[in-house]
């Protein structure tokens, strides 16, 4: 079963960044939408990013908008989350995901989601 895995995770302070990678080795995803979900602890999983198959179009959560961007290099196979100004409530298990339903769809959760990575942690300290 093909597996996207999530790189970039760790501890940071509150206002610092963190970029996360998400790629599946010796799989091509240049095809599906790519996006981010995460969970933090004790609450129910929500949707962070997601960006089309071009990359031309990208839609966010209100939460992150204006501080994380979400990319992607098909040549390369690879999805990124840029986070700049974290906060603690930023805290939780980012996933990686990648789906043939559009970017738009994403964004009303995660059903039809076709591929998830382990997911890595972020922890933002205060």
């Known amino acids: 079963q093909v597996q996207l895995v999530e790189s970039g995770g760790g501890l940071v302070q509150a206002g610092g960044s963190l970029r996360l990678s998400c790629g599946a080795p010796?799989?091509?995803?240049?095809?599906?939408?790519m996006g981010w979900f995460r969970q933090a602890p004790g609450k129910e999983r929500e949707f962070v990013a997601a960006?089309?198959?071009?990359?031309?179009?990208?839609y966010y959560a209100d939460s992150v908008k204006g501080r994380f961007t979400i990319s992607r290099d098909n040549a390369k196979n690879t999805a990124y989350l840029q986070m700049n100004s974290l906060k603690p409530e930023d805290t939780a298990d980012y996933y990686c995901?990648?789906?043939?339903?559009?970017?738009?769809?994403?964004?009303?959760?995660?059903?039809?989601?076709?591929?998830w990575g382990k997911g890595t942690l972020v922890t933002v300290s205060s």
């Open positions: 995901v990648a789906s043939r339903t559009t970017a738009q769809t994403m964004t009303k959760g995660s059903d039809g989601i076709d591929y």
């Open positions: 010796g799989r091509t995803f240049s095809y599906a939408t």
């Open positions: 960006i089309s198959t071009s990359g031309g179009s990208t």
